[in-house]
Structure formats: structure tokens, C-alpha cells
């Protein structure tokens, strides 16, 4: 049965297809649907036929996706080098070195990891090496438990999803180890997000599981965005992790047009970009520390812009759009996910500034701040502590504060917002508390 829930379930699957066998999917999609509700939405028609008739720019969405991995990495051949030369000789049955890859966001790290371990598990299985690979990302697992979770069921050993204490996760995983045998190699992509959170307790503990373990061995890949994570670590547990280091530095204008130039013959159909939007792509991200993920994003936002709208291939014009699109999406997330007060505090300087304009003053703030909390039945907090909630704002860049003369009265800030109201309007209407402002 098909409905509003599993449709764009179907659909991304779907996506998954190139050519003709993606347009025969879509169409046959269309056609259950049509007999389904017997023709009974005729937007959804509309969007389906007009579909059906555009010409299509992605044949491969995925491609343009930061957790694909490509046969080719331009620009990485060093680290890649460096990488396999450092976990050869588990080839062997040897436990190689302990590593710390690290480097900013969208600089190839985890993609050249995954890339080194896909060819050494090929590696391992053509010469019937017991090899084993386990990839966690530790934001999203959030926790010890769960990091632990899934390092047990890497070694046949199920747990469940909660119920049992972290203690005896971590004992059943080092029971699974030795019954395993071999060497399981264990990659912690975003490390400091398991530390700043939970310490690092857990890492100084598997740094040690193999002096107890005589048959199976880990081998731990740390990988972090924060280029200071290391002052978090405690000595013996940065001297275990970081046995070997690898360093991604942020890729060029240059770069990033080779790396979009490979996924674009991927990903779209011939002549599906033009060259110039390319090199304003990469330029694009190029200028906001090199970041890959950003120049890929970049594109396929540009892809679907232009399949929507008609047209032939991507063009400057539509990666500007992807853009603006891309910072309004971004910019939106980080507004829904501020703590309450904070979001208060934001509701507050665009209540003030609507009402005064030219003042906006961090006392007219304030109270506006305290009738915010009173409507909504909390204990507003000190004027102090709003302040700090203006000044982590202001370090976002969701509103700016200028140090302002008021003679005799002293000084103040004037806060403004640095984005469109429109998006802080949008989010006043999901605040159900606030309905009645």
C-alpha cells in the first residue's frame, strides 16, 4: 500500500538507478499510485508527469553523497600511501600501530580511511587473513554504551540496547575479541565528540585490551575535526592513540576542481555542468577552508535546482542558488537546535528590534526577554547570564552587537539580527508556548 509515508522511502531507493531504469521505476511508481487513489491527487500527478518529461542532470545522487567513496581520491595519494604503509602488516597476523588522523571538516579523512580499509579487507579475504572492521561515528552514537554496543556486535556478540551496565558491554566485547581471534581494526570518526562527552575513560580502557587479550587484537583510528583534541587527552592515552599520525590539509580552488570534475562524470549525464560553475563551485568552497563536502553539496543542491526548474545543465546561476539554499537550510537547523533560553533571548532582540528599530539596547532586550519568560510561565535568568546568551549569538553570527556611547547614561550594545526575520518568524510558529504573542 502505498501512502505519504513509504513514497519518498520508494523514491529514494529509486535514486539508486541511472537512465531509462529510473524514469521506468518513476513511472511505475506513478501508475500504482494512480490506480491506488484512482487519480485522486492531482498535484501529485502533475509533480510525477512533470518529472517524467524534464530532462534529467543526476544519474547518481549518490555520488555526490560525503559518505561515498569513489575508486578515485585526487589529491590524497600521499595519505592514502601513508595509511596503507601503517596497516600492511596486519596482512601478516602483525597488530600494526594505533593512529590519529585528523584534520578540518571535508578534508578527505574519512573517505580515504574507508577507501585503505575497503582494499585491505579485499586484501585480506583473497589471502584468507583474519581481519576484522569496525566503523563508528561517535556523534552519532552518542554515548559509551553505544560505541560499546556496536564494538560487540563487530565481534558476533550481541547486546542489547540497554538493560546491562557499560561494564559488562565492555567485558562481553573483550570476550568476543578472543574468540574472534585475529585482528579487528576499529575506526572512531569524530573521537572528540565521544570525549568531550563522556571523557576518556573508554579510550585509555581499549588502548589496553590487548595487553589482556592473547588471541584477538584491536587496533584503534582516531579521527577528529578538532585540531586541539589532543590537550583533552590524558598523556598515556594520547601516547597510546597517537602511535602514527596523519595530517589532511585543506584542499585548493584547484583541488576541489579535479575532485568535482571526477564525481561530476559519476554522478551526472554528459555535458550536465558547465565548466564555469564547476570552477565557482570550488572556489565556493575552496573559501570556506577547503571543504569537499561543501563543493559537493554544493552540486547536487545546483543538480536538483535545475532538474526542477527545466533546465539543460548546472550553471552559475543555479550553483548560486544551491548557495543561498544551502546557507538558509544551515542556518535554520542551528536556530531549532538552541537551547530554550537561548532561542528566548533571539525571539526577545527581534521582538525589541520590530517595536524600536533605532534602539534595540541590551536593557529594552532584556525586558522584552522578561516578558517572553513570564508569558511562558518560566523564571526568567539574570541579566548576566542573558548577556552571555547575546555574546554566543553574536560569536554565530545570528545577531550582531555594537558598542553603542549613551553620554551620561553610559555605554550599551545595540543588537541586531544578522538573518532574515522571515527565518526567526518561521520559528516562533513552531513555539506552541508562545502562540499567544
Keep these: 500500500m502505498l501512502d505519504e509515508y513509504s513514497i519518498p522511502v520508494i523514491l529514494k531507493l529509486i535514486d539508486k538507478f541511472s537512465g531509462e531504469s529510473r524514469v521506468y521505476c518513476i513511472a511505475m511508481l506513478f501508475i500504482q499510485y494512480s490506480k491506488q487513489s484512482n487519480m485522486g491527487s492531482p498535484e501529485l500527478s502533475e509533480i510525477f508527469n512533470h518529472f517524467l518529461k524534464q530532462s534529467i542532470i543526476l544519474k547518481n545522487r549518490e555520488a555526490l553523497r560525503p559518505d561515498y567513496v569513489p575508486e578515485n581520491l585526487p589529491h590524497r595519494d600521499e595519505q592514502i600511501r601513508k595509511l596503507g604503509w601503517i596497516l600492511a602488516p596486519v596482512l601478516k597476523g602483525s597488530r600494526c600501530s594505533n593512529m590519529f588522523i585528523y584534520g578540518k571538516p571535508g578534508t578527505g579523512k574519512t573517505a580515504v580511511t574507508r577507501f585503505v580499509l575497503q582494499h585491505l579487507s579485499a586484501k585480506s579475504s583473497e589471502i ?42 565492555f567485558e562481553r566485547f573483550k570476550q568476543g575479541l578472543k574468540a574472534m581471534g585475529g585482528i579487528l581494526i576499529t575506526v572512531l570518526d569524530e573521537v572528540d565528540m565521544l570525549v568531550k562527552a563522556s571523557g576518556d575513560k573508554l579510550l585509555y580502557e581499549l588502548t589496553r585490551v590487548n595487553e589482556t587479550s592473547p588471541t584477538g587484537k584491536i587496533v584503534l583510528i582516531g579521527i577528529s575535526n578538532d585540531l586541539n583534541f589532543k590537550d583533552l587527552l590524558d598523556p598515556r592515552v594520547l601516547s597510546s592513540l597517537s602511535e602514527e599520525e596523519i595530517v589532511f ?70 550553483i548560486r542558488k544551491a548557495q543561498w539554499k544551502i546557507e538558509h537550510d544551515r542556518v535554520t537547523e542551528v536556530l531549532r537546535t538552541l537551547p530554550l533560553h ?21 536593557g ?30 553574536d560569536a554565530m553570527g545570528i545577531v550582531h552587537s555594537k558598542l553603542v556611547n549613551l553620554g551620561r547614561h553610559g555605554r550599551s550594545k545595540r543588537v541586531r539580527l544578522s538573518i532574515p526575520t522571515e527565518q526567526v518568524q518561521n520559528l516562533l510558529k513552531e513555539e506552541v508556548r508562545l502562540s499567544g504573542l
Excluded: W
Design 128 to 169: 584468507d587473513a583474519p581481519l576484522g572492521v569496525s566503523y563508528i561515528n561517535c556523534r552519532v552514537a552518542g554515548s559509551e554504551y553505544r560505541v560499546l554496543s556496536m564494538l560487540s556486535q563487530s565481534v558476533k556478540v550481541p547486546v542489547p540496547f540497554t538493560g546491562i551496565s557499560t561494564a559488562e558491554v
Design 249 to 318: 590539509h585543506p584542499y585548493t580552488a584547484d583541488d576541489l576542481y579535479d575532485i568535482l570534475l571526477e564525481r561530476a562524470k559519476i554522478a551526472l549525464v554528459p555535458d550536465g555542468v558547465t565548466e564555469g560553475a564547476l570552477r565557482l563551485c570550488a572556489a565556493l568552497a575552496a573559501a570556506e577552508h577547503g571543504d569537499a563536502r561543501r563543493a559537493l553539496d554544493l552540486l547536487r543542491v545546483a543538480g536538483e535546482l535545475a532538474e526542477r526548474e527545466g533546465g539543460k545543465a548546472i550553471t552559475e546561476e543555479y
Design 342 to 362: 537561548q532561542r528566548l533571548v533571539l525571539y526577545s532582540v527581534y521582538y525589541t528590534q520590530q517595536s524600536n528599530p533605532k534602539q534595540s539596547l541590551t
Design 364 to 393: 529594552d532586550i532584556y525586558e522584552t526577554y522578561e516578558r517572553i519568560c513570564k508569558k511562558a510561565g518560566l523564571e526568567p535568568l539574570t541579566q548576566r547570564r542573558v548577556s552571555g546568551l547575546l555574546n554566543e549569538l
